[in-house]
């Protein structure tokens, strides 16, 4: 397994297929690297480098009790990207992994990005609040917190469901998916697993939105059971200088594993990688 350890002794597991320009995918919770396998697959055969990694506390990365917030997980991947000496990279992120690519530029500029992909995101931010109002109650995350802790294998079952928009009349989500997704989530440390909520759903990516200035590509589900369209996407495109939103009616929150909406965002990439 390829493996570098950061300043503070943790060790990350990461994938690196491939050659060309990079493109550095960032996973969603509670997951993994192999999320993105159809992606880096795609992108790799097409001419490109494509890298991923786990994140601290999740998949085949280190288990450590600190460090589980949105500013470690954005020095994590800086110091990937500098292990690795990548340039010019285009740097994807789904749902948490949104906001990690959102911190990152936020804290680290773009002198090693491209452009940027947000999919799915949760910038600028899930909560309710008084600005915010198009947010979720705080409620529904301490459910999650509630779930994780109580019986977090039948949690992430039972979140498969909505994540792939499995529970919609007409869904054509396979059971295989659903069984991905659930391993993939049983691989992450209970302690990772427990502040990632609170990451999630609590940070505020504002200003790092407004420090963005590459191109970005910003896509979305319009049946979105997990980052709520409203309070997401088209909120992040007007923070965003030089963004291109794209919404997909009917999708999920789970879009790129799923038909027909993982076949119009592969198209979409590749597109935006080779514009």
Known sequence: MSTFTTTDGT?????????????????????????????????????????????????RSGQPWHGNDMDTYADD???????????????????TG????????????????????????????????????????????????????TDRSQFYKDLSESFYGANRPGSNVSQ?????????SMQVGFKGAFDCIKQFSETDF????QRFDVPTLIVHGDDDQIVPLAAAAPKSAKLVKNSTLKIYPGAPHG?????????????????????
Do not use: C
């Open 176 to 184: 295989g998916v659903r069984e991905a997704f659930w391993l993939w």
């Open 98 to 149: 949104g906001g990690e690519v959102a911190r990152y530029i936020g804290r680290h500029g773009t002198a090693r990005v491209a452009k940027a992909v947000l999919l799915g995101a949760v910038p600028p931010l899930m909560l309710k609040t008084d600005a915010n109002p198009e947010g979720l109650p705080i409620d529904v995350f301490d459910g999650i917190r509630a779930g994780v802790a």
């Open 11 to 59: 060790e990350i597991f990461y994938k690196d297929w491939g050659a060309g320009r990079p493109v550095v995918f960032s996973h969603g919770w509670p997951l993994n690297a192999d999320a993105w396998d159809d992606q880096m697959h795609l992108v790799a055969a097409n001419g490109f480098r494509a890298i991923a990694h786990d994140r601290r506390g999740h998949g």
């Open 206 to 209: 504002t200003e790092d939105l």
């Open 255 to 275: 879009l790129s594993a799923v038909g027909p909406y993982k076949d119009d965002f592969n198209a979409d990439l590749l597109a935006f990688l080779n514009s």
């Open 77 to 95: 991947l800086a110091e990937l990207l500098d292990a690795l000496e990548v340039q010019d990279a285009t740097l994807v992120g789904h749902s």
